[in-house]
């Protein structure tokens, strides 16, 4: 039974509404990629940082910084691609929730990067979370968007 539900376990609550395929084949890359998302991440985090941090889950094969697809500066999240499953998996499981320059990071299993996904999607060019967002958050670019434009 455990392992029913084990196997039945979301592995990520991200749905990309870009991804053009079935969710079964969504869910099936996001068990056997090598790539996990980072969130949550400062605007003045380097990749640097992100390597130096990531380096400890183990080897890793290339890092995409998120960008904002108007200034082409750090949006706040970005993909970190390993060489193996089990690295990328120990990296979800030990990584996140880590505090980085003052800030918990998220790490979500990812589907896969392609080109195109290191931009931010929403209106104004960063993450579409920071167009709604309400809150005054200095190291994301102050208030949210939306109520900057207010
Ligand atoms: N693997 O969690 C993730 C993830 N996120 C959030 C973004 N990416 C992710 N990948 C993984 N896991 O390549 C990837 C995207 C893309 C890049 C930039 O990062 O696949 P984005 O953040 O700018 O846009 O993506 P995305 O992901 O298309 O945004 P989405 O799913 O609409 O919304 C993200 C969050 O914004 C929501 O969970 C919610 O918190 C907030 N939000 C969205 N719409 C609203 C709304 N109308 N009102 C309030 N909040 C909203």
């Known amino acids: 039974m455990a392992s029913l539900f084990k196997e039945q376990a979301k592995l ?20 056997t990629s090598s ?17 130096e941090l990531f380096s400890r889950a183990g080897e890793i094969k290339k890092i995409i910084m998120g960008l904002d697809k108007n200034t082409k500066t ?7 691609l390993f060489y193996s499953r089990e690295d990328t998996e120990d990296a979800v499981k030990y990584i996140s929730g880590t505090i980085l320059d003052d800030r ?8 896969g990067f392609q080109e195109g996904r290191q931009w931010g999607r929403g209106r104004s060019g960063g993450q579409v979370r ?12 102050g208030y949210g968007k939306l109520v900057q434009k207010e």
């Open 74 to 80: 750090p949006c706040g999240f970005c993909f970190v």
């Open 104 to 111: 918990p990071i998220r790490v979500d299993f990812d589907w």
């Open 35 to 51: 790539t996990v998302y980072i969130g949550n991440v400062s605007f003045y985090t380097t990749e640097e940082q992100i390597y």
């Open 12 to 31: 990520s609550a991200y749905r990309d509404r870009r991804f053009s395929g079935t969710q079964e084949e969504f869910d099936e890359a996001l068990r």
């Open 130 to 141: 920071d167009e709604y967002r309400t809150d005054y958050d200095p190291a994301r670019g």
